[in-house]
């Protein structure tokens, strides 16, 4: 899992119900957050050790008796396969999971997509017929950068919106703009515990890395009061390591696609997008400016 993952879940857990909130936007359901589920102990003999990113226990006032599971998914990139999986993580929960005192009721089961970055181009899985028979699954989707920087401070600023939002608007549209920084950092020094706005500061740092924001958030953060945490620093440098290396992969194939794009097959691409070294990505570039023949380039990249 990397560090814009690990950040999101950081994120989700410290305002739940913020996320949650966020996530069920567009429906009339009144239901509410109660705790997070723990998912570790529901695979079984022989079944795959994955993990969900998160699972929600939502509890609605008017049907107390039939609870609901929210599972959330994190996508810094879109993953075209994140629908089945996801299909898969509602079947193994309705079936696994129980409730009520003899542990017998079953959940209903959401699934809550949130793209930390781009747009989910796939808002449904149906597999109907066309009489309606089959099956369709349609998760909830928030693609943050669709929100409004300037409209979600004025949310938290109001009461409106729970202060947990001030952690995805680095991520928003117009989560760059100086205005919105600075509201930012005034906001955040109204969080009463010193630990929720040091965190703040932080996942604000890691977020801002992943949209390319990461020197205006860097330079607006100076003094800001944040607690130290290994852990965190961790995922920032991650963060920054991981996108000078996406850097490295998207200008090296700009290169080749307008000097050599008949070298640009599956494979070579496939070589390109699994390099994980910097240094190296950077001697093919160079080679790739360089090179009088595609020949050339591709014994640098054999080598």
């Known amino acids: 899992m990397g560090a814009f993952d690990q950040a ?12 949650t909130r966020r996530a069920l936007v567009g429906t009339t359901a009144a239901l509410r957050f109660q705790d997070w589920a ?8 022989g079944d795959s050790d994955r993990t969900v ?18 599972v959330f998914e994190f996508q810094a990139r879109h993953d075209p396969e ?12 309705r079936l696994h999971a129980r409730h009520g005192r003899d542990r017998r009721g079953k959940f209903c089961v959401l699934t809550g997509l949130i793209y930390l970055r781009g747009q989910c181009p796939d808002s449904a899985l149906n597999m109907t017929l066309p009489e ?30 729970s202060w947990g939002m001030l952690f995805w608007v680095p991520l928003m549209a117009g989560g760059g703009d100086a205005t919105v920084l600075v509201r930012w950092k005034e906001l955040a020094a109204t969080v009463e515990s ?8 932080k996942m604000a740092l890691v977020f801002a890395e992943l949209v390319g924001r990461g020197a205006a958030w860097q330079q607006s953060l ?31 194939v700009r290169v080749l696609r307008r000097r050599f ?4 097959t599956e494979d070579v691409l496939k070589a390109i997008n699994a390099q994980p070294s910097l240094d190296l990505l950077h001697d093919w570039f160079e080679v790739a400016l360089s090179a009088f023949t595609a020949e050339e380039f591709l014994a640098a990249l054999r080598r």
């Open 8 to 19: 999101a879940r950081f994120a989700a857990r410290a305002d739940p119900d913020a996320v």
């Open 38 to 45: 723990d998912t570790r102990t529901l695979s079984k003999p």
């Open 53 to 70: 990113d998160l699972v929600a226990w939502l509890e609605d006032p008017a049907a107390p008796d039939h609870p609901w599971l929210l």
């Open 82 to 93: 994140k629908l089945d999986v996801t299909l898969e993580e509602v079947a193994r929960l």
């Open 132 to 161: 309606g028979f089959g099956t369709r699954h349609i998760p909830l989707i928030w693609n943050v950068e669709n929100d409004g920087a300037d409209a979600t401070l004025t949310g938290v600023a109001s009461g409106r919106v």
């Open 194 to 201: 010193g630990r929720r706005r040091g965190d703040l500061g």
């Open 222 to 252: 100076e003094g800001f009061d944040m607690t130290e945490s290994q852990v965190v620093n961790g995922w920032i440098k991650e963060a920054i390591d991981q996108n000078r290396l996406e850097e490295g992969r998207e200008y090296l």
């Open 261 to 264: 794009p008949a070298v640009l």
